[in-house]
């Protein structure tokens, strides 16, 4: 099963079941320069949280870059801060709240700050999208709602978009883009002749948001994001500015089938947050089963769970309880569990994660200024300017 | 006598003296694709003026695109606007702020609205020139003071540098980068692959002042600058803008002798704005010359006041009376007049233009607030978000 779909690594083949140890995580690993997050820094890291994770546990989080340092800077008192973002092309789904639920518990365990990005100017210079500026910036605002839904500190967390906040980051900026060229942009990230100036310079300001502390910076992201953050590192410290550590994920696999990765242009591949429970129903009933083509078969032969997108969806981040996954997943390969039971299991936990999410979301609403100009930290954040 | 410099035209050999039909001027605006300002154009600037200029008499100001067009606008009361700017890499000379007075001239004959830009980030993205960024704005700040001395109206002219008014401009300057790609800026600025990516996205916020209004803009500059405004020509109307328009200059010799740019890598070629009058005495009677070895010599043949430094000064910007330019000619040409002579004239011209230039600096110190935060304009400008 393929459960990673970026342009970058498409030719592994790996399971969430194989995580530790086995080749082919070791592989794409050694193909990024990242490393494996290990027993003994997984252990480290937990004790030191205080509290497990299953995104960690599982090892969704699974690959990582100066975890250890951001570990002993925060034992030593020194401390770190959260950086994350989101490109606001559309609405989210809940391939993308994730890392954000993640990043939030992070900063429930760890007390930091927290300093999430809204790339309205990148979505817009990606001229495939066909997004207008005020497009961008609507969903903007649509999307910082269902981030702050995820319960994030509104003291300790500052929420931004970069056409609002471009001021502050701009002097800094210069000083990161004197340091790139256009050869390395190109070799990064595919860059052409073709391309517009506007995304050429782009790099920089999401570079940016990793410099806005003199400490060292930890970024929860999925793993395709991680060229921007080998830029970082290589220029950082001549800028006087730490290397941005980081904690990599993988995707959740699109209810259409265990390969790729879910696309905004194929609504049935995934739920949006906005999904009401009649759909939900019918997309994840009509998502890629594991399970054989009639009930008999299924109590003979069982079904599989590797490529069972419900089950998939429970592991990744919908069973937080192990032993009741463990028994999902033996009843499924025993054929005492059918595909339906399973979705309907599914359904259940996503419908109620849904309705908790809306909820939260109608109350971000009067939070949002909070977020964005008026919170301790975005008090703070709008009187600095990034030199 | 080459009075051109840049890396554009430097096989075109022209004197201000043939500059009506002649041959090469007509290479020149052929190669740029721009038009002489021809006698009938001139008649109808100078009488919708109201008043003739010298700089434009004698065709210092000499190329054009679409001035007709600013004519037909001013004159059907649609009215259009005036943009320059400024590189804030160091102290300005007098080559620098002949181009200010001019603008200030057009401001004061047609009422209209000027902005002028301080490129504090170009400046610094420039990596040859080695300065931070705390330096290029400083010298904005330097720059503006001379500029303010120019006598613009505090009501009807918006000073900013990049740096600070980067918010409001960044929306639009997005949109113009999209619609321009490396390939372009590569072909037009000599881009390569080791340009950062910080100046390959400048020409974007260049470009942004011609849209300030919607309305034709009118862009003084020395003729080398002429390539940004081809690519804003390009691209302004699908942003639904006017393409500006460009009045253009010669530079102005420098003190070395006929050929090329005055430049702030060689001190003694340019008169800077704060040079006191010891110092100006010393650099023009440096200056290259036109007279003979010897004054026995001189009174003989004659000095030859094409290639003269002192003389072209004169020309250029500091003895506007044509009868009284024209009896130094004769009389320089005839020997009766010496070098010292000549030089002399000049001195004592420039240095009462600077003591009187410098006077109004003091002054402008006083006004900058007005020009860049607290006049009509200006408090008009810093509430637009242009998009």
């Not at 879910?262 to 947050?273: D, G, N, R």
């Amino acid at each position: 099963m393929n459960i990673f779909g970026s342009k970058n690594n498409g030719d592994f083949m790996v399971t969430p079941w194989t995580v530790e140890g086995e080749v082919d995580y070791n592989k794409l690993v050694e193909k990024f320069g990242t490393s494996i997050i290990d027993d003994r820094l997984m252990e480290r890291f937990v004790s030191v949280a205080g509290e497990d994770h299953h995104l960690l546990r599982r090892r969704i989080f699974f690959s990582h870059r100066d975890l250890d340092r951001i570990l002993d800077d925060y034992e030593s008192g020194k401390g770190f801060f959260l950086y994350t973002g989101r490109g606001p092309s559309g609405p989210m789904h809940i391939g993308h709240i994730i890392p954000f639920y993640f990043t939030r518990w992070l900063q429930d365990r760890f007390k930091v700050n927290v300093y999430i990005q809204l790339t309205d100017d990148e979505k817009f210079l990606e001229e495939s999208r066909g997004l207008n500026l005020e497009d961008t910036v609507r969903w903007s605002n649509e999307n910082a709602l269902d981030i702050i839904a995820s319960g994030f500190d509104p003291d300790r967390t500052f929420i931004f978009q970069d056409t609002e906040y471009i001021k502050n980051m701009y002097p800094i900026a210069l000083r990161v883009a004197r340091k790139v060229n256009f050869s390395w942009v190109r070799a990064v990230f595919g860059f052409t002749y073709e391309t517009n100036i506007g995304l050429i310079f782009y790099p920089a300001l999401q570079i940016v948001p990793s410099l806005f502390e003199k400490k060292r910076c930890l970024i929860p992201a999925a793993i395709d994001q991680d060229p921007y953050w080998r830029v970082q590192r290589d220029i950082a410290e001549s800028l006087g500015y730490y290397k941005a550590a980081q904690i990599h994920s993988k995707f959740l696999p699109p209810l259409t089938g265990p390969v790729g990765k879910m696309s905004a242009s194929k609504p049935e591949s995934a739920i949006y947050l906005h999904d009401d429970p009649k759909t939900v129903r019918k997309k994840i009933w009509q998502a890629y089963s594991g399970g054989q083509p009639t009930v008999e078969l299924h109590r003979k032969l069982g079904g599989n769970p590797e490529v069972d997108v419900a089950f998939q969806w429970l592991y990744f981040f919908f069973e937080p309880d192990d032993s009741k996954l463990k028994k999902l997943e033996e009843d499924y390969r025993a054929g005492k569990l059918l595909s339906g039971e399973m979705k309907n299991i599914l359904i259940e936990k996503v419908a109620e994660f849904l309705e908790e999410h809306q909820e939260r979301r109608k109350e971000a609403k009067e939070l949002l200024h909070l977020f964005k100009y008026d919170g301790e930290l975005a008090r703070e954040m709008w009187k600095k300017i990034y030199k």
